[in-house]
């Protein structure tokens, strides 16, 4: 199925895309915990997206993410470079809230990716941020540590969106360590730049050669999976 192009479908469909990530419980445990699912919110349409990782005690209360103490941190941060919160896409590597905030269990992250890369689709950003480790272990598809990726904006294919990807400590870390929020801020001032830049392109394979005449053929990209291209899995 075609993505959305109205501003309209966009919405239509994140509509419902979270009303069906209400109603999951794909993972029991955060299922049977959570007071509600916290499934993201911002400007459906926004060139930038954020990726945190999992709501904390604030978030599953009021469902909406960074809500609390890193939430505002974020939001003074994104205001010192001109970026207002509602201009943006937030939302977490998962929709619920694991108990006593404990890490994210590699099948739960599994379970509610289908979400993300559905999100990421509908919103079409053309920056994602990947806040803290899991976000960014999760759009890199690699483990590199947080520390050693982080400032480093590259163009990914994420599902079937292609984005600029900037890794970034997350703001409760950040909180934590107070000389990670300068580190924060120095990187979140490449933001607005990043902004400017024409929406990426996908890479195009190169192009067949030793053919005779016939000019080389650029191959389509290939297929994403099933399972991204459901949302759901
Ligand atoms: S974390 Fe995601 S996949 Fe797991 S129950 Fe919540 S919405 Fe479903």
Redesign the pocket.
């Known amino acids: 199925m075609a993505d959305p192009v109205t501003a309209g479908e966009r919405r239509a469909g994140l509509t419902e895309l979270a009303a069906r ?1 209400r109603a ?4 029991p445990q ?2 049977a915990a959570r007071t509600t ?1 916290v499934f993201g919110n911002g400007d459906p349409d926004a060139d930038l997206l954020l990726v945190g990782e999992a709501p904390g005690q604030d978030e599953d209360r009021q469902g909406v993410p960074f809500v609390g103490a890193a939430g505002r941190l974020l939001n003074e941060l994104l205001a010192e470079i001109g970026i207002r919160r509602d201009e943006v896409f937030v939302t977490n590597v ?3 809230r694991p108990p006593d905030n404990r890490d994210p269990l590699p099948e ?1 992250i599994d ?2 990716r289908g ?1 993300l890369l559905e999100t990421l689709a509908l919103v079409r950003p053309k920056v994602v941020c990947s806040l803290g480790t899991f976000a960014t272990r999760l759009l890199r598809e690699d483990p590199a540590s947080i520390r050693a990726v982080r400032g480093r904006a590259e163009i990914r294919t994420i599902g079937r969106s292609t984005v600029r990807l900037l890794p970034l400590f997350h703001p409760a870390a950040a909180l934590y360590q107070p000389s990670s929020v300068e580190l924060l801020r120095e990187d979140l001032a490449r933001l607005p730049a990043l902004l400017e830049l024409p929406a990426p392109t996908p890479a195009v394979p190169p192009p067949v050669t030793g053919d005779g005449d016939r000019p080389p053929q650029a191959e389509a990209p290939p297929e994403p999976p099933a399972d991204a291209q459901l949302g759901l899995f």
């Open positions: 990530a999951c419980e794909r993972c955060l299922a699912v998962l929709r619920c739960e379970h509610c979400y």
